[in-house]
């Protein structure tokens, strides 16, 4: 009921949704029992994430694999176990990058990234699909990162690291962790940098309570590269990235 001879302003809430555009609504020179109607558009401001976990090899679903949704802007995990058809579904915010993790006893791990940028989409469908461990398998661990020409991990490092602890000690297994630099800069300061990150992240794993004889800290230097970029070679900065890298070998 509103009154006669009056201009409006309409708008409306509800959770997890934005309001686009208030509508103006004008009840001048109306007669009584007038029905105005006006249409108000909400935008949601969240997105399903529904995310599956399969065996690499056979691709059968894999039921009660632990899996996790990282929010990068703030570092928070949203941990779940897959249900019997390997399927596991979050509620995330739109326009955020994310990180996808899943985990299982007998399996490495497997992780993605994703973004939440597309307003149309209602659900985003991801899949991981989990290798069995198998001895002398090497893999990259991502988003290891440290400080410019040092040795120092950054904070972001550390989810990568614990979900590495977690992934040792479920499965009481003995690694190498490895890392790797470019080839700018001279071979020997290169092999010393490299030892050092290496070290910096065992010794992080330790803390996390992992046995010091079940893992060994190993720095290459520029002695594995994995592409064209070696010494005295142009190469863009994307190839250079490349060759920085941590890896873990099961022993």
Not at 103 to 131: C, H, M, Q
Not at 196 to 220: F, P
């Amino acid at each position: 009921m509103i009154e006669a001879d009056h201009s409006y302003k309409i708008s409306t809430r509800k959770e997890e949704f934005i309001l686009l555009k208030e509508a103006s609504e004008s009840a001048l020179n109306i007669v009584k029992d007038t029905i105005i109607r006006c249409e108000l558009a909400l935008k949601p401001t969240t997105i399903q994430i529904h995310l599956r976990v399969t065996e690499e090899r056979s691709g059968k679903v894999i039921s009660q694999a632990k899996t996790s949704l990282t929010d990068y802007s703030i570092n928070k995990d949203t941990s779940s176990f897959t249900n019997e058809q390997g399927i596991v579904t979050f509620k995330a915010d739109r326009n955020k990058t994310y990180w996808a993790y899943a985990s299982k006893k007998g399996y490495k791990d497997d992780n993605t990234a994703f973004n939440t940028t597309n307003e149309n989409d209602k659900v985003i469908d991801l899949e991981l699909r989990l290798p069995p461990i198998v001895k002398g398998d090497r893999f990259k661990l991502e988003n290891i990162f440290y400080d410019l020409n040092k040795s120092t991990l950054r904070p972001e490092s550390k989810i990568a690291l614990d979900k590495l602890a977690d992934f040792i000690l479920k499965n009481d297994l003995k690694i190498e962790l490895s890392a790797h630099t470019d080839a700018r800069g001279s071979d020997a300061y290169n092999l010393k940098l490299s030892q050092a990150r290496a070290q910096s992240c065992v010794d992080y794993l330790i803390s996390k309570g992992v046995k010091k004889s079940n893992i060994t800290a190993k720095g290459y230097g520029e002695t594995k590269l994995i592409n064209k970029c070696k010494n005295n070679v142009t190469c863009p900065e994307d190839m250079h990235q490349e060759n920085r890298r941590t890896e873990v070998k099961i022993l």
